[in-house]
């Protein structure tokens, strides 16, 4: 028994089940959307019937979740290097006096939530917050 899907049945596959991770790639506009949708339409129909047969529509939902897979750990190791970064910048900024660690004064000038944790976040009680201490902190959140 051949199970074929036509091009209509497809998109509308594609647009209920797979419609959030096309539209992350990108495309706005519903003529956009379309015609990726077309393009991942002819690139899996690899007998170029017009139609696809279980296996090959089975092949190109595989692929595409594999493509959706790539994609979300690419945006995990972003966020998680734009967080450092941004505990960086914000560090540096509230290091006034350039000393490497955040005084309390300091702290409460530029970074009122570790202010308000400060002495929980200052682990070694030396009234001064290094970076590793207020990471630290910020691990122990998740
Ligand atoms: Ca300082
Ligand atoms: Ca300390």
Do not use: C, W, Y
């Amino acid at each position: 028994m051949s199970s074929l899907f036509s091009r209509h049945t497809l998109l509308s596959a594609l647009l209920g089940v797979s419609l959030s991770s096309i539209a992350v790639a990108a495309p706005a506009t519903p003529a956009e959307r379309e015609a990726k949708i077309t393009a991942h339409f002819q690139q899996a129909d690899s007998n170029k019937d017009g139609k696809l047969s279980l296996d090959e529509f089975k092949a190109m939902k595989h692929q595409h979740h594999a493509e959706h897979a790539e994609r979300r750990d690419e945006r995990r190791e972003d966020r998680r290097e734009r967080a450092a970064e941004r505990m960086q910048e914000k560090f540096d900024k509230a290091d006034t006096n350039r000393d490497g660690l955040i005084s309390k004064a300091e702290a409460q000038r530029e970074m009122p939530r570790v202010f308000a944790k400060f002495d929980q976040l200052d682990s070694n009680k030396d009234g001064q917050l290094s970076k590793v201490e207020i990471a630290a902190g910020h691990a122990g959140h998740r």
